[in-house]
């Protein structure tokens, strides 16, 4: 066999060991959130704060509607239509929402609308980012008043002292520990298993509730009551956003491979496992997770689904930092410190400012809800909302950029929205239970980004009308002779050959120009990423003007040194241990005649005033920073 024949020979056993390293790691990261759903979702079902009578019917309907549940929401809504729908490799709701704006040439009243909607189901993400981590960790510790209730006065110390290490030790990153986030998670989901399969074998017959019958007749016979119990069901299903989400880590096959694979089969064993375990001992329906397991296995049993747990909100936790750092980009937040934990994995990042504040908000809600049960009841509202604005913005991307029929799209979405509708229906008497706390939390979330977004654009039309065009200050140079002395001079500016007000204020006061001038603007485009070859365009202006223009995706961070690196690969060489940055310090004037409440004006001023600093943020020496004051009213 020749040497090429060898190398394509291995480029298969290469390709499958890539698969399964990425499904590994996707288990660990993308699938923690929903394969910890079985501490307490049966259980709310039965015991609850809506708990229904453990009768067989009630157990078959229950678990009916979970099994199709999971089938309708997960497997075909998100990974066979959804999934669909990535922009250019990324998902989540931001991804649908660029795609909106990418691909709509007008900006109509519509249009806005459901790009506003978009950006609420991303705010409504940082809710379940602080529920989550704390009705996890909280559900696998309660396991101590299994073993003894002597044990039950520990559970909030233990809870509060693990969720703060957690935050704490963010800072950190997750690279040397995210290593084992995939093995932990794999013996997590086999250990359900094989739990599952020790009661079934009791029951075989609790497959019988794999017909949507049951479910169906369990709705009619059970009235509104059994409808409500709909809210806890659909907690079996809480965390199917983040496939969605995480997709640009891992790709769409692992995530599928693992979840038809491993998850689905493991949830539904687990699942009907407890079930079966109800069928002969209703009144294990206080814990039925913890009741499945032996006696002599709880300590281990709860050490292992306490680090379950720690992963999973693990891995809400670094969802929040991407959603964050991706609407710093898009314009929707303030610049924030952003802090890579890993010079190898680009997507580990650690935002202080979200920690510290995700932080106080999860121990918060441990202290107030006393109990997971309780924090179930605040569970759910946010998460449905968001799946309910994916769907419809799928339905939109996919008439509007696939050109697919009404019918081609129309039925399968029809599906999603009555599942959608009606789990946001029985969801919704929980509001008065502890579910207002992540919705307040999603509109705080959107005032604050819609004020920062229209407070930048004022501004920005202001600061449109203080620049002038490079041909105006092409000819003011010639006509004042404005000296020239050597170097190199770098402002950054918004828009184009537009001259920034900062150079025009330079040559005012000091009557001199850097004999190179670079002015620099940040282009971001509606994807993830842009290769380094495309990401940067160098016009020579003429008289020593230079136009570099970076484009950026709203995963990345910005930085001048890397694009300077990058601008001499292409011939113009810009010392930066040299240069001299100017940078435009904006000072704002509250004036109630403009467009903005003041209450909104005063908000935005605020935003302004605690913004991470450019230079920091660009990652500008800061030694080579000069700062020209600038008067902007809002």
């Given at each position: 066999?020749?040497?090429?024949?060898?190398?394509?020979?291995?480029?298969?056993?290469?390709?499958?060991?890539?698969?399964?390293?990425?499904?590994?790691?996707?288990?660990?990261?993308?699938?923690?959130?929903?394969?910890?759903?079985?501490?307490?979702?049966?259980?709310?079902?039965?015991?609850?704060?809506?708990?229904?009578?453990?009768?067989?019917?009630?157990?078959?309907?229950?678990?009916?509607?979970?099994?199709?549940?999971?089938?309708?929401?997960?497997?075909?809504?998100?990974?066979?239509?959804?999934?669909?729908?990535?922009?250019?490799?990324?998902?989540?709701?931001?991804?649908?929402?660029?795609?909106?704006?990418?691909?709509?040439?007008?900006?109509?009243?519509?249009?806005?609308?459901?790009?506003?909607?978009?950006?609420?189901?991303?705010?409504?993400?940082?809710?379940?980012?602080?529920?989550?981590?704390?009705?996890?960790?909280?559900?696998?510790?309660?396991?101590?008043?299994?073993?003894?209730?002597?044990?039950?006065?520990?559970?909030?110390?233990?809870?509060?002292?693990?969720?703060?290490?957690?935050?704490?030790?963010?800072?950190?990153?997750?690279?040397?520990?995210?290593?084992?986030?995939?093995?932990?998670?794999?013996?997590?989901?086999?250990?359900?298993?094989?739990?599952?399969?020790?009661?079934?074998?009791?029951?075989?017959?609790?497959?019988?509730?794999?017909?949507?019958?049951?479910?169906?007749?369990?709705?009619?016979?059970?009235?509104?009551?059994?409808?409500?119990?709909?809210?806890?069901?659909?907690?079996?299903?809480?965390?199917?956003?983040?496939?969605?989400?995480?997709?640009?880590?891992?790709?769409?096959?692992?995530?599928?491979?693992?979840?038809?694979?491993?998850?689905?089969?493991?949830?539904?064993?687990?699942?009907?496992?407890?079930?079966?375990?109800?069928?002969?001992?209703?009144?294990?329906?206080?814990?039925?997770?913890?009741?499945?397991?032996?006696?002599?296995?709880?300590?281990?049993?709860?050490?292992?689904?306490?680090?379950?747990?720690?992963?999973?909100?693990?891995?809400?936790?670094?969802?929040?930092?991407?959603?964050?750092?991706?609407?710093?980009?898009?314009?929707?937040?303030?610049?924030?410190?952003?802090?890579?934990?890993?010079?190898?994995?680009?997507?580990?990042?650690?935002?202080?400012?979200?920690?510290?504040?995700?932080?106080?908000?999860?121990?918060i809600l441990v202290l107030g809800f006393q109990s997971s049960s309780k924090l179930a009841a605040a569970y759910g509202v946010a998460v449905t909302t968001t799946m309910l604005i994916a769907t419809i913005l799928f339905y939109v991307i996919a008439r509007e950029r696939w050109s697919w029929g009404f019918f081609k799209v129309g039925i399968p979405v029809l599906l999603f929205l009555i599942a959608d509708i009606a789990f946001l229906s029985a969801n919704l008497n929980k509001i008065f239970h502890g579910a207002w706390f992540p919705l307040v939390l999603g509109a705080v979330a959107m005032i604050i980004m819609s004020t920062w977004q229209q407070g930048r654009k004022y501004l920005s039309e202001q600061l449109s009308k203080m620049v002038m065009p490079y041909e105006t200050m092409r000819d003011k140079i010639a006509e004042e002779k404005i000296q020239r002395v050597k170097g190199h001079a770098i402002f950054l500016t918004g828009r184009p050959k537009n001259i920034p007000v900062a150079l025009t204020h330079n040559i005012e006061h000091f009557k001199t120009l850097h004999s190179n001038i670079i002015l620099l603007n940040f282009s971001l485009l509606e994807i993830p990423r842009v290769p380094n070859m495309e990401k940067l365009k160098i016009d020579e202006l003429g008289s020593g003007f230079y136009q570099v223009t970076a484009y950026y995706g709203y995963m990345e961070s910005p930085s001048v040194p890397k694009l300077l690196a990058l601008a001499k690969g292409q011939g113009l060489d810009i010392p930066i241990e040299t240069s001299s940055f100017f940078l435009g310090r904006e000072k704002l004037i509250v004036d109630g005649g403009h467009r903005m409440y003041r209450w909104r004006a005063h908000l935005f001023s605020f935003l302004s005033r605690n913004a991470y600093d450019a230079s920091a943020f660009f990652e500008i020496p800061e030694d080579r920073v000069i700062e020209v004051g600038i008067r902007l009213t809002v």
């Amino acid at each position: 066999m020749s040497e090429i024949e060898k190398s394509n020979s291995n480029k298969p056993v290469i390709q499958k060991n890539s698969l399964r390293m990425l499904a590994l790691a996707a288990l660990g990261v993308v699938f923690g959130d929903i394969g910890t759903s079985p501490l307490y979702a049966i259980r709310e079902c039965f015991h609850g704060e809506y708990g229904i009578p453990v009768t067989p019917e009630n157990i078959y309907g229950v678990l009916s509607l979970m099994f199709w549940a999971l089938i309708i929401i997960v497997s075909v809504k998100y990974l066979a239509y959804i999934f669909q729908a990535d922009n250019r490799g990324e998902g989540g709701v931001i991804a649908l929402t660029a795609q909106l704006k990418k691909h709509s040439p007008s900006v109509s009243k519509g249009r806005l609308f459901l790009i506003g909607m978009g950006i609420f189901g991303a705010c409504l993400l940082y809710g379940d980012g602080m529920i989550t981590p704390a009705i996890s960790v909280l559900s696998a510790v309660e396991g101590l008043k299994v073993v003894t209730l002597e044990f039950e006065k520990f559970v909030i110390p233990i809870t509060l002292l693990i969720l703060a290490v957690l935050f704490l030790l963010q800072k950190r990153g997750t690279a040397k520990i995210g290593a084992l986030f995939g093995p932990i998670i794999l013996i997590w989901f086999l250990t359900l298993a094989v739990l599952g399969i020790r009661e079934i074998i009791s029951h075989p017959m609790i497959f019988k509730a794999l017909s949507p019958t049951y479910g169906i007749s369990f709705l009619i016979q059970s009235g509104l009551h059994g409808f409500t119990v709909l809210g806890a069901v659909f907690l079996v299903v809480t965390g199917a956003e983040a496939l969605y989400a995480d997709l640009g880590h891992f790709g769409k096959k692992p995530i599928r491979l693992v979840w038809f694979g491993l998850v689905l089969p493991a949830l539904v064993i687990n699942y009907f496992g407890q079930g079966a375990l109800l069928l002969s001992n209703p009144a294990e329906a206080y814990h039925p997770f913890y009741a499945m397991v032996p006696s002599w296995a709880l300590i281990p049993m709860l050490i292992l689904a306490t680090c379950a747990t720690i992963i999973a909100s693990q891995a809400v936790i670094t969802g929040v930092f991407s959603l964050t750092r991706q609407a710093i980009q898009m314009g929707y937040l303030p610049r924030l410190k952003i802090v890579h934990t890993s010079s190898r994995h680009f997507g580990q990042i650690y935002i202080p400012t979200i920690n510290w504040l995700m932080m106080i908000a999860t121990l918060i809600l441990v202290l107030g809800f006393q109990s997971s049960s309780k924090l179930a009841a605040a569970y759910g509202v946010a998460v449905t909302t968001t799946m309910l604005i994916a769907t419809i913005l799928f339905y939109v991307i996919a008439r509007e950029r696939w050109s697919w029929g009404f019918f081609k799209v129309g039925i399968p979405v029809l599906l999603f929205l009555i599942a959608d509708i009606a789990f946001l229906s029985a969801n919704l008497n929980k509001i008065f239970h502890g579910a207002w706390f992540p919705l307040v939390l999603g509109a705080v979330a959107m005032i604050i980004m819609s004020t920062w977004q229209q407070g930048r654009k004022y501004l920005s039309e202001q600061l449109s009308k203080m620049v002038m065009p490079y041909e105006t200050m092409r000819d003011k140079i010639a006509e004042e002779k404005i000296q020239r002395v050597k170097g190199h001079a770098i402002f950054l500016t918004g828009r184009p050959k537009n001259i920034p007000v900062a150079l025009t204020h330079n040559i005012e006061h000091f009557k001199t120009l850097h004999s190179n001038i670079i002015l620099l603007n940040f282009s971001l485009l509606e994807i993830p990423r842009v290769p380094n070859m495309e990401k940067l365009k160098i016009d020579e202006l003429g008289s020593g003007f230079y136009q570099v223009t970076a484009y950026y995706g709203y995963m990345e961070s910005p930085s001048v040194p890397k694009l300077l690196a990058l601008a001499k690969g292409q011939g113009l060489d810009i010392p930066i241990e040299t240069s001299s940055f100017f940078l435009g310090r904006e000072k704002l004037i509250v004036d109630g005649g403009h467009r903005m409440y003041r209450w909104r004006a005063h908000l935005f001023s605020f935003l302004s005033r605690n913004a991470y600093d450019a230079s920091a943020f660009f990652e500008i020496p800061e030694d080579r920073v000069i700062e020209v004051g600038i008067r902007l009213t809002v």
